[in-house]
């Protein structure tokens, strides 16, 4: 199947900093991009849409000037999470899925997930 | 809103037993349901997936089955082994939107 890499897989930050994650689709071009967060034992939450070339769409709750997405090209996109804190600290994953028609059908791949911890 | 809900969240079973994990969409129009499966730290993996117009799929020891009246969907796991120990995601997507709604995931542990 399609690569999506994130980088880097675990960061450890001072409360007050932003920590900068990025997300590559390896193989394929993707129009779009997703966030999610997970915490321990609990499922994945949608954090934003990041569309190549326009602004990213973010879910009801999510601050968009704390969780920055920029989605610059259709390999790569990444979230900035501004002026950390302690409660920042989770499991950010991104997701991708290949341009083109068939996006309604198409699978999602996973990168490989970001664990943020910010002390 | 749009909503998945997945039962059971925990679910232990005997090696060779089967296991089935169950979930309901609210959003009427979602037209695509993949099935994930997380193991401890790293990436989900899509294990088996469905579209809006097809009722049953199966692989080898997994199938999955969609009732778009009801709107709800099934995994089905036949001949559990431990290695099918996990967290299992079902997820709905709409064409247009293309975005993953999550279940809330079911801990999987298969008893050698």
């Known amino acids: 199947g399609a690569v999506v890499s994130q980088h880097p897989s675990w960061v450890i930050c001072k409360s007050g900093t932003s920590v900068k994650i990025e997300c590559r689709s390896l193989?394929?071009?993707?129009?779009?991009m997703f966030w999610y967060r997970q915490f321990p034992k609990q499922s994945l939450m949608l954090m934003a849409t990041?569309?190549?070339?326009?602004?990213?769409?973010?879910e009801q709750g999510v601050e968009k000037d704390k969780f920055l997405i920029n989605h610059a090209s259709l390999t790569l996109s990444t979230l900035t999470v501004t002026s950390a804190h302690p409660e920042d600290s989770s499991f950010y994953i991104c997701?991708?899925?290949?341009?083109?028609?068939?996006?309604?059908?198409?699978?999602?791949?996973f990168g490989q997930g970001t664990r943020l911890t910010v002390v | 809103g749009e909503n998945v809900e997945q039962h059971p969240s925990t679910l232990s079973v005997q090696e060779g037993d089967s296991a089935v994990i169950k979930c309901t969409y609210s959003d009427s129009a979602s037209n695509y349901f993949p099935w994930y499966k997380q193991e401890l730290g790293k990436r989900p993996q899509l294990i088996i997936d469905?579209?809006?117009?097809?009722g049953e799929k199966k692989d080898q020891r997994i199938a999955v089955t969609l009732n778009k009246t009801a709107k709800h969907f099934s995994l089905h796991i036949t001949e559990t082994q431990p290695e099918d120990s996990a967290v299992y995601f079902c997820a709905a997507s709409r064409r247009g939107t293309y975005k993953y709604i999550f279940g809330t995931g079911t801990r999987l542990k298969v008893l050698a």
């Open positions: 469905i579209r809006s117009n097809v």
């Open positions: 990041s569309n190549e070339g326009s602004k990213a769409t973010y």
């Open positions: 997701s991708a899925r290949e341009a083109g028609e068939k996006q309604g059908f198409t699978e999602a791949f």
């Open positions: 193989d394929f071009q993707a129009t779009t």
